[in-house]
């Protein structure tokens, strides 16, 4: 479904190559974890996965094939129709993702202004169903709430209910646990479990927490300093660790923890 | 939006309020009819019948000043919200795209901030010919660049902001973006900007007024009646005093509601 192909990203104002040869591939319903150090370039792939970066602020090769369409080179109003309605993205930072100014259950329904017919009651529905499945208390209520009524872990599920309600085939969340407490992170990765498995959606987690991917995909890629170094099944990857980078990843995790 | 309620918000509040009523009432009513003549009345100091005196044709100072403070709101607002509007499209069109789009808008805009404004002002109107569209259009044409570099630095910040990429992530279009999820974004900032354009823009047409290229008479104006108001500042000296008062109070109004908001929008 979604194939990068050599993906390579230079950005034009440092020099700097963040992506030194990306190859991956997410077929439907897979779960697929990115895991790497902090600066090993997750964040620039997934983004140019999404097409959030500015064609012109970097020098971009290779292929990120979505069904067959290159996103890198096809138009942006096509690129437009696959964003948001195809491939759903879910940040880090749930309290800034959010606009401030607009109630939550309006950007719950804002993919679905944007990519379908659907009547205006139509909308308020899936938003409000949306907002059940991830577990946001009272839709009715939180449907009217603002951003800043809401707690971190409220938010983050309110993102993932905008990027779920017009189920799209692949969701990529970047860090989407990291700014949360352990509990709440618990959550939302049950969460995202649980959407994959009722829709089919693919899911590209990316996390420097080999203990988060873990707890979710059934395959992991490592990434350091450009490039994938180490790429296969999550259980067979930790039980048997090829790469150097690996092995020191797996033994930085807390022992007590390892095994869990 | 909430707006936290100080001193300097609340009475600049109240004496906007009080102008506009008094300019709303006199869009109805005024005591006498402004432009009525009355030669047995001339240059009536301040009585019961003429609460504000009457000028050197013996029309009744209070309802000129009355229409003449409407003339000059309506001016400045007409004038603001070109200035606004072009500043909105302009600022929002080079703080989204940059590039070259930005680097042509805003030398423009430069090239128009460069000059002195009242002088601009007059040349600009001298184009076409006095009187009140002109002095709009003119004074409307100064007031862009201020807008559109408001507005496009405030575009810009809010284009690096989570929201907007994810709501680009989510097929967004430009022009949604920019009208749906950044405009109200913005509002807050630009509010304190109107309130002081405004004050700005009572003052220009004051200017232009005065300089005798604004309001034509007999139409009365606050910047014209201070025109009017010199010869007898000897003899009537509350006819300047009466529409001094009346700028000063159309001014200190809005100018405490902009500290007002602006103190707010910076917290
Ligand atoms: N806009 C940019 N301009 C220039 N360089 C950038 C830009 N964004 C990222 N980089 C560089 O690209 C490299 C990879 O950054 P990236 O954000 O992808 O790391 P990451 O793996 O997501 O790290 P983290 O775990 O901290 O999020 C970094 O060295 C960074 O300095
Ligand atoms: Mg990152």
Known sequence: MLE????????????????????????????????????????????????LIERWNVDMSGQVLFEGRDLLTCSREQLRRVQGKDIGVVFQEPMTSLNPLMKVGRQVEEVLKIHTQASPAERRRLALEAMAQVGLPEPEVTYEKYP????????????????????????????????????????ILELLRSVSRDYGVAILLISHDLRVVRKLCESVAVMYKGRIVEHGDTEEVFAHPQDEYTRRLIAAIPKRTRHE | MKIEHNKNFTVGAVITCF?????????????????????????LAPCLAHPLGTDNFGRDILSRVIEGAGATFLIAAATVAIGLAAGLVIGGLTGWYGGWLDECLMRLNDAVAAFPSILLAL????????????????????????????VR??????????????????????????????LPNIVPVLLPSVAIGFNNAVLAEASMSYLGVGVQPPDASLGRMLNEAQGYLMSAPWYALSAGAAIILLILGFGLLSEGLGGDAGA
């Open chain 1, 4 to 51: 990068i192909k050599d993906l390579h990203v230079r950005f034009l104002s440092t020099g700097k190559e963040a992506v030194r040869g990306v190859d991956l591939a997410i077929g439907p319903g897979q779960r697929m974890g990115l895991v790497g150090e902090s600066g090993s370039g997750k964040t620039v792939t997934a983004m140019a996965l999404s097409g």
């Open chain 1, 148 to 187: 800043h009524q809401l707690s971190g872990g409220q938010r983050q599920r309110a993102v993932i209910a905008s990027a779920m309600v017009i189920h799209p085939k692949l969701l990529i969340c970047d860090e989407p646990t990291t700014a949360l407490d352990v509990t709440v992170q618990a959550q």
């Open chain 2, 19 to 43: 102008m506009l009523a008094v300019i709303l009432v006199g869009m109805f009513w005024t005591p006498y009819d402004p432009n009525a003549m009355d030669g047995a009345a001339k240059r």
């Open chain 2, 123 to 150: 040349v600009l109107i001298a184009l076409m010919e006095p009187g009140r569209s002109s002095v709009i259009l003119a004074l409307g044409v100064l007031f862009v660049p201020s807008f559109a570099r408001i």
């Open chain 2, 153 to 182: 630095a405030e575009v810009a910040r809010q284009k690096s902001l989570d929201y907007v990429a994810s709501a680009r992530l989510m097929g967004a279009g430009d022009v949604r973006i920019l009208l749906l999820h950044i």
